[in-house]
C-alpha cells in the first residue's frame, strides 16, 4: 500500500476478487481491452436500454426505493408528518420528494386557479390576490433549510431513535422562488401603528402564527416554486410563507390570508403549543429562530464501516446567518478538528462539511459541534438539559453523539 | 392608481370581480374577517386534509400535470431524449423529474452492486473499483449546468419550435455530488507521458469519449448524486462523469472505464459526430466548452401576455466560468438594460436574471444578451450564422428573440 493512497491496497484486492470471473479483473493482461471483444462487458451493453424516452416525470432508480420519508420512530394513532432521509442524502438540496412534511390536518387539495391572498387588516389598500397576479409580481430565489421546531425532541430525555432520519429527519434545504412580503406590503400600504401579521393556511387546522413585521419585512418570502418546480402539495401548494432560519410551523403552508395588526394574535399555535417551558413553568413565547446546530450523516446510525479510510460527512445549519465553522471530534470529545466547509456556505442553508478519517478498529465515539457568524456555538447535550430543565420539546440543538463499537456498528448515544 | 402600485388597481379589481359571491370579496366590511363565520371560508378548511403522509416518494400537484418533459418537436422515429420544461421552472435548480435526457441506446438498469469502474492504461496502479469504494473517497458538491451541445441547433435554420422547452430545453442545472477525477488519478499514478483519458459508458452505444488530462484533472467528478439523491437511471446511475461547462455528451453516463492513453482515441462520437463542420467542409475538432447564452423565459414563445407591469426573467449561462452581467432589449435591440442577477452566481451553473418591463401593449421583441467574465459576448444569430456557416449543428448560442403582438402573444422568430 502507498501512502498516498486513500483506500487500503488490500481491501480493493480483497474486494476486487469478488468480482465474477467472467467479469473485469484486476491488473495485468487480465486487464486489458479489445473493442472486438473484450472481457467483463457487463450485460447492460448487450442490449439496448430501457425505453427511449422515461416517463415524462421522472422517478428514481428500482435499487433505490429505499430511500424514502418515513414517519417519526414514536408510536401515533394520527402520523403528522415525515423524515427525511438525512443519511441518504448529498451535498445540500433536499429533493422534493424527500422534503421533510409536517402538517396539523393533512394535506389539502388546493386548485391553484381558486386560490386567492387576502391581505388586510393595518393597511391602507386592502387587496385580494390571485395566483396568477402573485406571480407577477418581482420575485426572488433563495436557498434554505427549513426545520421543525419540534426536530430531534426526542433527545432531551434519551438516545431516541436509531437513525439520523428518525432522529433529526424534519429537516430539509431547498431553493425558493417567491415574492419578497416586503413587497406586497409596499403594494398594500402598512399603516405606522401595525407591527404584527397574522398569516393563515387553507388547511382544516387554520393554522395561523402571529409575525413580527421587522422578520416580515427583512427576509420573509411568499412562495410559490421550490427547487425549480411549482411546490409541492404537502409544501404548500399553491402558495407558503418562508420566513427563512425560523421555525418550521411559522412558515405557514397553503397561504390564504395575511392580517396586519399592532400586536400578536396569540392563536392555539403560538399559546398552547411551540412555546419553551422553563423549569419554573412558565413559557418563552415567540422564539423564533432556529439555533446552531450539525449532525455527522456518515457514518451514522444504523450504519457499519470497515477499518480505514473514511471521509466524515454530515451538514450544519443556523437560523442566525452564515455557518463559520465545524469542528468534528472522532474521540468523543477530547481533541476536535476543524471540518471542511463546502462552498457556497450561504445564510441560513444547510452547510456540508467533511473532514478525513482513518479508522483504526477501537471503539470511540464522533461527534460535530457547529459555530455561526453570530458567535453561537452547539452546547453539549449536558449543558443544554442543565440549562432548559425537564419541560423543553422544542429548539434542541445539542451535539449528537455516535458510537463506533468495535464491530463498526454506529449507534446513537449521550455521550 | 398609485404610483408605487407594481401591478394596475384596475386590473386586480376587475380580477377579483371573478371571485364568486360565496367567496372572498375585495374592500370594505365584506373584507372584515370572523372567526366564527367568515366569508369565503375555502372547501380545503372545513374537511381534513389528504393522507396524513404522502407517498413516501413525493410527486408533484395534479395540477402541474402539464409541467413535464417532451420530446424534440422535429418527427423522430427514434426519439433519443427529452426536453426540460425552462418556461416552468424556477431559480436555478432543475428538479430531477424534470431535468433533460439524451441517450444513444437508451437507458440502461445496472445494479450498483454490479457496477465496475476501470482505470487503466497509462497508469502506475490499475484498479476496478466498486460503488462502495467509489462513495468512500473524499467528495464535492458543486452546483452546474448540463447542455446538450446540440440544443438550440434547429435556430442555425429557421425560427424552428415554439416553447423555451422545445428549442433550448436540451439545459438543466442541479447540484452534483461525487469524487474529484483528480482523486481518482491520484490514486491510480498517471504516467508522465499521459495526455488523454477514454471515458467509456455502459449502455449498449458503449458511448465513448476523449477528455484531455488538463481538463479531467482540473474540475472532473465522478458524480454518484444529483440534487442531494443518487443518480437518476437517465442521468447515469450509478456513476457518471461531469466536465463542468463543457458538452454534455462528454459527460459520458454509467461510467465503466477510464483509460489513460497519449493521445485522443478518436471514438465514433468525436469523429463522425460532435465536430463542427466549417464553411469549406474540415471540421473542428473537440470544441468542449459550452459558450456563453440566455434565454428569456418570461415572457417566452407560446405564452400570451397581458399590458402592464411583468417581470422578465429568465436564465444565462458559460461554460467559461461566471455570467458577468445580462442585458436585456425590449425594443428589438436598439436599447438595452442591465438585468439583475440573482445571487449567488456561481461558476459554471445557470444564472437566473430579472429585469422589470411595463409593456404598453405595442408589438415589440424581447431580447437578452449575456455577457461572461471571460469577456464572451451572446452573438446575434445574424452574425453567428454568418462566422459559422451553412454546415453547423452545434454549439449554437445566439440571442433569442421573442416577438410579443399586439394581442400579447408571444413567438419565436430570428430578428
Known amino acids: 500500500m502507498k501512502d498516498h493512497s486513500l483506500l487500503s491496497r488490500r481491501t480493493i484486492l480483497r474486494r476486487s476478487t469478488a468480482i465474477p470471473a467472467a467479469s473485469i479483473a484486476l491488473g495485468g493482461s487480465a486487464f486489458a481491452q479489445s473493442s472486438s471483444s473484450p472481457p467483463g ?102 436557498i434554505h433549510f427549513l426545520e421543525c421546531s419540534g426536530n ?19 429537516l430539509s434545504c431547498g431553493e425558493w ?18 407591527k404584527w401579521i397574522l398569516a ?35 409544501q404548500g401548494y399553491p402558495l407558503r410563507l418562508l420566513l427563512p432560519g425560523v421555525e418550521g410551523n411559522m ?20 399559546t398552547s403549543k411551540y412555546t419553551d417551558i422553563l423549569p419554573d413553568g412558565s413559557s418563552y413565547e415567540f422564539t423564533f429562530a432556529m439555533d446552531v446546530k450539525s449532525v455527522i450523516l456518515s457514518p451514522s446510525g444504523g450504519q457499519k464501516i470497515r477499518t480505514g479510510y473514511h471521509e466524515i460527512t454530515g451538514v450544519a445549519w443556523t437560523g442566525h446567518g452564515r455557518i ?28 456540508r462539511f467533511r473532514l478525513p478519517w482513518q479508522w483504526d478498529g477501537a471503539p470511540t465515539i464522533i461527534q460535530s459541534r457547529a459555530i455561526d457568524e453570530a458567535g ?14 425537564p419541560n423543553y420539546v422544542y429548539h434542541y440543538n445539542a451535539i449528537q453523539s455516535w458510537k463506533v463499537s468495535d464491530s463498526g456498528e454506529v449507534s446513537n448515544v449521550h455521550a
Do not use: C
Not at 154 to 170: D, F, M, N, R, W
Not at 179 to 187: C, G, M, Q, R, Y
Not at 326 to 345: F, K
Open 41 to 142: 462487458i457487463p450485460e447492460s451493453m448487450k442490449i439496448p436500454g430501457g425505453p427511449f424516452v422515461n416517463p415524462p416525470y421522472g422517478v428514481p432508480s428500482a435499487f433505490e426505493k429505499d430511500v424514502v420519508r418515513v414517519l417519526p420512530s414514536a408510536p401515533n394513532p394520527f402520523p403528522t408528518g415525515s423524515r427525511s432521509p438525512l443519511q441518504s442524502l448529498y451535498g445540500i438540496i433536499t429533493p422534493n420528494g424527500l422534503f421533510f412534511e409536517r402538517h396539523h390536518a393533512g394535506v389539502p387539495t388546493i386548485n391553484p386557479d381558486q386560490h386567492r391572498l387576502m391581505v388586510h387588516g393595518l393597511v391602507e389598500r386592502p387587496l385580494v390576490l390571485d395566483m396568477e397576479d402573485i406571480v407577477r409580481f418581482p420575485s426572488v430565489s433563495k
Open 152 to 170: 430531534s425532541s426526542s433527545q432531551y430525555v434519551g438516545p431516541s431513535g436509531k437513525t439520523a432520519q428518525e432522529i433529526h429527519g424534519l
Open 177 to 194: 422562488t417567491g415574492v419578497k412580503l416586503s413587497t406586497i406590503l409596499a403594494e398594500v400600504g402598512v399603516k405606522p401603528k401595525a
Open 200 to 234: 393563515e393556511g387553507a388547511d382544516a387546522a387554520a393554522m395561523t402564527r402571529s409575525i413580527p413585521m421587522d422578520l416580515a419585512m427583512s427576509e420573509g418570502i411568499l412562495v410559490y416554486a421550490q427547487n425549480g418546480e411549482k411546490l409541492r402539495p404537502e
Open 251 to 270: 412558515n405557514i403552508k397553503w397561504l390564504r390570508r395575511l392580517k396586519v395588526g399592532e400586536k400578536p394574535f396569540y392563536t392555539r399555535e403560538e
Open 324 to 351: 463559520k465553522g465545524v469542528d468534528v471530534s472522532t474521540d468523543g470529545g477530547r481533541t476536535w478538528r476543524q471540518a471542511v466547509l463546502q462552498e457556497p456556505v450561504l445564510s441560513k442553508a444547510l452547510t
Open 376 to 389: 453561537r456555538i452547539q452546547p453539549t447535550r449536558k449543558k443544554l438539559v442543565e440549562r432548559r430543565g
